[in-house]
Structure formats: C-alpha cells, structure tokens
C-alpha cells in the first residue's frame, strides 16, 4: 500500500505555539518589500534571502517586525 506523502505547510507567521518566535522573511519583488534593518535577525534573514537567489524579500510577515516598537 503506497502511502500519501505529507505536503509541506508554509508557516503563516513566524510564532509557533509554545515556542518563541523565529525569522521569517518572506519573498517578494524586488523593491517591494518592507524591512526592519535594525532588526538583530537582519543578517541571517539577508543571507537567507542570498543563498535562495531571492531578488526582494518583506519582513512584514515576521513577529520581530511586529514587535520592532518595543525595542
């Protein structure tokens, strides 16, 4: 019996239940997207970004971008 493979989900926001909160950069267009340069995630989210040949990406969709008032 061949069993159905498990499709992967796109996690919605970075905020796991229970967990705390991970970078979540989304991609976009070039040009389009909003960031949080002063975020401590900012690196490792550009290099994300880098690495998958991204040509834009958004942190819109991010719990640090969220939360960037209260830093």
């Not at 976009?28 to 990406?57: N, P, S, V």
Request: charged letters at 25%; a positive charge.
């Amino acid at each position: 019996m061949m069993m159905a493979k498990a499709q992967p989900t796109r996690q919605r926001d970075s905020v796991r239940h229970g967990a705390q909160p991970i970078p979540n950069p989304v991609l976009c267009r070039e040009g389009r997207g909003i960031r949080h340069f002063a975020c401590a995630h900012y690196d490792a989210c550009l290099d994300k970004a880098a690495k998958a040949m991204w040509t834009g990406f958004t942190c819109v969709e991010c719990a640090f971008y969220n939360s960037r008032d209260r830093e």
